[in-house]
T-cell receptor, first 113, second 114 residues
Framework: AQSVTQPDIHITVSEGASLELRCNYSYGATPYLFWYVQSPGQGLQLLLK??????LVQGIKGFEAEFKRSQSSFNLRKPSVHWSDAAEYFC???????????FGTGTQLKVEL | EAQVTQNPRYLITVTGKKLTVTCSQN?????MSWYRQDPGLGLRQIYYSMNVEVTDKGDVPEGYKVSRKEKRNFPLILESPSPNQTSLYFC?????????????FGDGTRLSIL
């Protein structure tokens, strides 16, 4: 069965600093990979997704992620964090054509001004 | 406005009293799904539906039922709720048979089972 690990429960960065959120997955075939963001009291919003092709994918709000098959990773990055990026971030792997989604446990991002 | 609407948003009820959480989307999406979110566990998929009358289990289907009689609606049914089903529930929908489209999430339903 597939699984997703987000090893960092909480991360604090200063506004303007760079950010990297880690995600490792376990799945036997080529996965569909996603990053979602959840602001307090809100549902989830898709930041970006990877299915195939270029392993560096660009998303909304200035985020990008890189798929590394050899490391089973799909880390999320942003060069300069804004205070409005404070939220919880979830990595997810899709199987069954991407219709069955397994989420990681999330990383809570705090941004210090 | 494109949206996924869940009702109720909040519910406190007692063990064993059947309840239904409704989910409706106005985007003519084929795919719909239910998740529960618990602290430290992230989101876990309960059931999903590829289209009308087509449903399948996610990772945590025990204790839940779903139906998809109409394309726009995907209700989640708890026949005999128990305290371990206290959670935050999200419904989501997406167009197409394949997952290369983003899922649109509702605002969530917070259930407390006493």
């Amino acid at each position: 069965a597939q699984s997703v690990t987000q090893p960092d429960i909480h991360i604090t960065v200063s506004e303007g600093a760079s950010l990297e959120l880690r995600c490792n997955y376990s799945y036997g075939a080529t996965p569909y990979l996603f990053w979602y963001v959840q602001s307090p009291g809100q549902g989830l919003q898709l930041l970006l997704k990877y299915f195939s092709g270029d392993t560096l994918v660009q998303g909304i709000k200035g985020f990008e992620a890189e798929f590394k098959r050899s490391q089973s990773s799909f880390n999320l990055r942003k060069p300069s964090v804004h205070w409005s990026d404070a939220a919880e971030y979830f990595c997810a792997v899709g199987t069954g054509g991407g219709n069955k989604l397994t989420f990681g446990t999330g990383t809570q991002l705090k941004v210090e001004l | 406005e494109a949206q996924v609407t869940q009702n109720p948003r909040y519910l406190i009820t007692v063990t064993g009293k059947k309840l239904t959480v409704t989910c409706s989307q106005n985007m003519n999406h084929e795919y719909m799904s239910w998740y529960r979110q618990d602290p430290g566990l992230g989101l876990r998929q309960i059931y999903y539906s590829m289209n009308v009358e087509v449903t399948d289990k996610g990772d945590v289907p025990e204790g839940y039922k779903v139906s998809r009689k109409e394309k726009r609606n995907f209700p989640l049914i708890l026949e005999s709720p128990s305290p371990n089903q206290t959670s935050l529930y999200f419904c989501a929908s997406r167009t197409g048979a394949f997952s290369n489209q983003p899922q649109h999430f509702g605002d969530g339903t917070r259930l407390s089972i006493l």
